[in-house]
T-cell receptor, first 119, second 109 residues
Framework: GAVVSQHPSWVICKSGTSVKIECRSL??????MFWYRQFPKQSLMLMATSNEGSKATYEQGVEKDKFLINHASLTLSTLTVTSAHPEDSSFYIC???????????????FGEGSRLTVL | RKEVEQDPGPFNVPEGATVAFNCTYSNSASQSFFWYRQDCRKEPKLLMSVYSSGNEDGRFTAQLNRASQYISLLIRDSKLSDSATYLC??????????FGPGTRLSVLP
């Protein structure tokens, strides 16, 4: 089946630094990828939709200048948390959707997630 | 009203028990429905899609009631390994997936 790989799995950084997280679709092309954030004991919250070759679409309340998304190819999207602060510590998960005809949604595949801890 | 709502949980059940989770959604244009399972500190993984006619996969049965905008998941003969958070996911046509808050299940020995 389709696989989405995310890297790094864990990252600890100092406050004020920037952290880049990569999301790759390994055996299918993903024109659209999604970035989520999940705080402990809470559900996934969609941060932004990453579109290959164009600007990402951010959800309300998500700062686009803080969470930079680049989707340079059909298999890679990156999320950069700029000037990270302790409140940015969270579980960041990417996903990509396999395609189906007729506009119906294919299965959503998730990366393994990246746990960010900002000291 | 939230787009997708689920039983608040947690559900603590003994091994072998049957447990049912409920989910309601507000967008009547929703086309696709799924149950995902998420283990602690892991990414969600697809458990099963939900079809209009209802579908079964081993010990798991999913039902969809479009008129009531209601989805259910039934787990029979629960195992310790079933302990996880179960996420109801709804996909309105042409829109992004919407996740419910999840219902946590703990199967006790």
């Amino acid at each position: 089946g389709a696989v989405v790989s995310q890297h790094p799995s864990w990252v600890i950084c100092k406050s004020g630094t920037s952290v880049k997280i990569e999301c790759r679709s390994l055996d299918f092309q993903a024109t659209t990828m999604f970035w989520y954030r999940q705080f402990p004991k809470q559900s996934l919250m969609l941060m932004a939709t990453s579109n290959e070759g164009s600007k990402a679409t951010y959800e309300q309340g998500v700062e686009k200048d803080k969470f930079l998304i680049n989707h340079a190819s059909l298999t890679l999207s990156t999320l950069t948390v700029t000037s990270a602060h302790p409140e940015d510590s969270s579980f960041y998960i990417c996903s990509a959707r396999s395609g189906l005809a007729g506009g119906l949604a294919g299965e959503l595949f998730f990366g393994e997630g990246s746990r960010l801890t900002v000291l | 009203r939230k787009e997708v709502e689920q039983d608040p949980g947690p559900f603590n059940v003994p091994e072998g028990a049957t447990v049912a989770f409920n989910c309601t959604y507000s967008n009547s244009a929703s086309q696709s429905f799924f149950w995902y399972r998420q283990d602690c500190r892991k990414e969600p993984k697809l458990l099963m899609s939900v079809y209009s006619s209802g579908n079964e996969d081993g010990r798991f049965t999913a039902q969809l009631n479009r008129a009531s905008q209601y989805i259910s998941l039934l787990i029979r003969d629960s195992k310790l390994s079933d302990s996880a958070t179960y996420l109801c996911v709804v996909n309105p046509y042409g829109q992004n997936f919407v996740f419910g808050p999840g219902t946590r299940l703990s199967v006790l020995p």
